[in-house]
């Protein structure tokens, strides 16, 4: 992992939890608790252009 991902990561990170990462660890260990504790995205709407 290069230093823009791992800064990605980091500032992805800081949002999701107030804090930067306690440690560094693995790419895919990070993404992975991450993903488990992002909030889910609110429901996809179509709309029509011309209303």
Known sequence: M???ER???SVLWEAVFGEPPP???EA???SQVLVEHLPP???Y??????E
């Open 7 to 9: 800064q990605a990561l």
């Open 41 to 43: 995205a609110p429901p």
């Open 23 to 25: 440690i560094r660890a």
């Open 45 to 50: 709407e179509i709309t029509s252009r011309t």
């Open 2 to 4: 290069d230093f823009d």
């Open 28 to 30: 895919e260990m990070t």
